[in-house]
T-cell receptor
Framework: AQSVTQPDIHITVSEGASLELRCNYS??????LFWYVQSPGQGLQLLLK??????LVQGIKGFEAEFKRSQSSFNLRKPSVHWSDAAEYFC????????????FGRGTSLIVHP | NAGVTQTPKFQVLKTGQSMTLQCAQD?????MYWYRQDPGMGLRLIYY???????DKGEVPNGYNVSRLNKREFSLRLESAAPSQTSVYFC???????????FGPGTRLTVL
């Protein structure tokens, strides 16, 4: 079965600073990888996803993520954070065939200081 | 398109009471899901329905039942609510299990 770890429970950055949120997964074959964002009091919204092909994936709101098979990682990045990016971020990993329902990480809460 | 809708938005129950959470999607998706979200635990899958007419248990199914009423609707029932079921419940849908999931706004449930 697949699993996903988000090592950071909270991340604090200043507005305008760069951001990297970590995600490590465990799965034997090539996984399907997702990043979702949850604003306070809202449901989750997809930021980006990786299924195959180019390992650098562009998403909405200026986010990108890079799939690194050798490190079993799919870290989320943004070059310059805006105050509106303050939210909870979830990484999820899925797999083709068998138990293909994505497994979600526990989330990273992003705090943005002005 | 409304996307995924959930009712109610908020609910307070007493221990032992029953209730049904309703979910509907208008995107013609095949798969639907129920999750619960608790602080520090992320999202945990309760039940899912890969297609109309099928339902399967997820990670935390105990104390819950589901019904896939038709392609659009997927309800979650608590037969005898317990304080441990205090949580925020999210319904989601997707075209297939490997596809993007679209989430509803959530139901905040408190069991006293």
């Amino acid at each position: 079965a697949q699993s996903v770890t988000q090592p950071d429970i909270h991340i604090t950055v200043s507005e305008g600073a760069s951001l990297e949120l970590r995600c490590n997964y465990s799965y034997g074959a090539t996984p399907y990888l997702f990043w979702y964002v949850q604003s306070p009091g809202q449901g989750l919204q997809l930021l980006l996803k990786y299924f195959s092909g180019d390992t650098l994936v562009q998403g909405i709101k200026g986010f990108e993520a890079e799939f690194k098979r050798s490190q079993s990682s799919f870290n989320l990045r943004k070059p310059s954070v805006h105050w509106s990016d303050a939210a909870e971020y979830f990484c999820a990993v899925g797999a083709a065939g068998g138990s293909y329902i994505p497994t979600f990480g526990r989330g990273t809460s992003l705090i943005v200081h002005p | 398109n409304a996307g995924v809708t959930q009712t109610p938005k908020f609910q307070v129950l007493k221990t032992g009471q029953s209730m049904t959470l309703q979910c509907a999607q208008d995107m013609n998706h095949n798969s639907m899901y129920w999750y619960r979200q608790d602080p520090g635990m992320g999202l945990r899958l309760i039940y899912y329905s890969a297609s109309e007419g099928t339902t399967d248990k997820g990670e935390v199914p105990n104390g819950y039942n589901v019904s896939r009423l038709n392609k659009r609707e997927f309800s979650l029932r608590l037969e005898s609510a317990a304080p441990s079921q205090t949580s925020v419940y999210f319904c989601a849908s997707s075209y297939s299990g490997t596809d993007t999931q679209y989430f509803g706004p959530g139901t905040r449930l408190t069991v006293l």
